[in-house]
């Protein structure tokens, strides 16, 4: 019995290890590394922040999936309506998958880990040869998900914490000089701005994707039973969630005491590159190569695993490795347009869909204290949905100063970015009252 146990929990550790790893691209290195330089004395607050959204959402995204008892997110976003379920979740893969978040993690890996060896004309060629070896990469992980726990929650994720830790570790140890004073908003709203920040990991969009990758593995293990799915589950999350935070106030804090050493960088990948450089040298920008390389490739894996499967079971009569193929292809393709464009081209869709998943995972722990009404479900995301519009307008095209003031007055906290949280209440207030209202007529 104490065998079978050791192995369970083994196992647990694994998946729980594959889900950070999942999670864990360059994104996640570059945020927290800013923002510990610009946060400076005011650092723990402003880390404290980035934490609720940078690793607490994704915990509650994949527990929510869990909870829910959903087999994907189209069938918990159905509960709005069918056709909105399949709208949303095709949105959502495509947009953290081929369509912006795979491209990026060879984009992003190529541009801290390669360019730095490259010569000015070369970049063009290089980018081409290296998303051709990336995505053979990816692809060959891809194509058999069943071995995903071995493939990364055992091997390239171990890999990844070891590298990680040599460079953060070391830092701690022997930070550069004293903390600094803040900059910005985070002199002043260090723990807001801080919330903020985490939204940019995009984390909490791809908790309701890689859930159900973590939901099939932990099937795979023999557990079957709701209660004890949703247990295990929430331990597997829980253990990537804790993961996550410690790297990311290791490297918060190495960010925060780097500005004495190396002055205010433009943005993270500075920050880490030169980090690494003034600790180790020509050898630092190969152990950071080596961290992007890793943390970027089993975040692509886990993208194009996920996507293929979900599109899979949308059309069955198109195959897994068909899929897997084609969103290769079609990342290795976005790939090569450069991170600026990628970045340009998917930010007014994210702009819409993060507000969106945000309500619908808390919409799936308050289910049962509205009875699962849909009429509940319909008035809170469309009112999210206006607002969403809204987001994604502005990042598009942008407003006037006019309408961006009529707008501002209009909606409290709109200027912070949370301009739908008013709506969003006063939709699910709505939904209560018309639900109840139906009920007794």
């Known amino acids: 019995m104490s065998s079978s146990n050791g192995t369970q929990k083994a196992s647990l550790w694994a998946v729980g290890l594959m889900l950070f790893a999942l999670f864990f691209g360059a994104g996640n290195l570059i945020f927290p590394a800013l923002l510990g330089q610009q946060a400076g004395e005011n650092w723990l607050s402003a880390m404290f922040g980035f934490l609720l959204t940078g690793a607490g959402l994704p915990l509650l995204?994949?527990?929510?999936?869990?909870?829910?008892?959903?087999?994907?997110?189209?069938?918990?976003?159905?509960?709005?309506?069918?056709?909105?379920?399949?709208?949303?979740?095709?949105?959502?893969?495509?947009?953290?998958?081929?369509?912006?978040?795979t491209p990026r993690t060879a984009t992003v890996s190529f541009e801290i880990g390669v360019v730095p060896f490259l010569g000015e004309g070369d970049h063009t060629l290089g980018l081409a040869l290296f998303s051709v070896f990336f995505f053979g990469v990816s692809y060959w992980l891809a194509l058999s998900p069943g071995k995903l726990v071995d493939r990364v929650g055992k091997v390239l994720t171990p890999a990844l914490?070891?590298?990680?830790?040599?460079?953060v570790g070391y830092a701690a140890m022997y930070p550069m000089g004293d903390l600094q004073p803040a900059v910005g908003d985070f002199a002043t709203q260090p723990l807001s701005k801080g919330i903020l920040e985490g939204y940019g990991?995009?984390?909490?969009?791809?908790?309701?994707?890689f859930a159900i990758i973590v939901i099939d593995a932990v099937r795979a293990m023999g557990v079957d039973n709701r209660a004890e799915l949703l247990r295990t589950t929430t331990i597997t999350g829980t253990i990537a969630a804790v993961a996550l935070a410690v790297v990311y106030l290791l490297i918060g804090y190495m960010g925060a005491t780097s500005v004495a050493g190396l002055g205010m960088q433009e943005n993270?990948?500075?920050?880490?590159?030169?980090?690494?450089?003034?600790?180790?040298?020509?050898?630092?920008n190969i152990l950071l190569s080596v961290i992007v390389f890793l943390a970027c490739l089993s975040t692509s894996v886990g993208l194009i695993t996920s996507c293929a499967e979900y599109f899979n079971r949308l059309c069955p009569k198109i195959s897994y490795k068909s899929f897997v193929v084609l969103f290769t292809l079609v990342s290795m393709g976005f790939a090569n347009k450069g991170l600026a464009g990628i970045i340009s081209f998917s930010i007014p869709v994210l702009m819409l869909l993060y507000p969106l998943t945000v309500v619908i995972i808390l919409?799936?722990?308050?289910?049962?204290?509205?009875?699962g009404s849909r009429i509940v479900y319909v008035c809170t995301i469309f009112a999210t949905l206006i607002v969403g519009i809204l987001d994604a307008y502005k990042a598009a095209f942008g407003f006037s100063d006019e309408t961006a003031a009529i707008i501002n007055n209009a909606l409290p906290f709109y200027n912070l970015g949370l301009g739908w949280a008013i709506p969003a209440l006063v939709g699910f207030v709505l939904g209560c009252v018309l639900n109840a209202a139906l009920k007794k007529k």
């Not at 994949?62 to 069918?82: C, E, H, K, N």
């Not at 914490?161 to 460079?167: F, G, V």
């Not at 990991?201 to 994707?209: H, I, K």
């Not at 919409?363 to 009875?371: D, Q, S, T, Y």
């Open 61 to 101: 995204g994949v527990i929510a999936i869990g909870y829910s008892g959903s087999r994907d997110v189209q069938m918990l976003a159905s509960r709005v309506t069918p056709w909105y379920g399949i709208a949303f979740a095709a949105a959502l893969y495509l947009a953290i998958g081929p369509l912006f978040a």
């Open 161 to 167: 914490l070891l590298t990680i830790a040599a460079l």
């Open 201 to 209: 990991t995009m984390d909490a969009l791809a908790s309701l994707v």
């Open 268 to 284: 993270g990948a500075l920050v880490l590159s030169k980090t690494a450089q003034h600790y180790f040298g020509f050898g630092g």
């Open 363 to 371: 919409l799936a722990f308050l289910h049962n204290f509205f009875n």
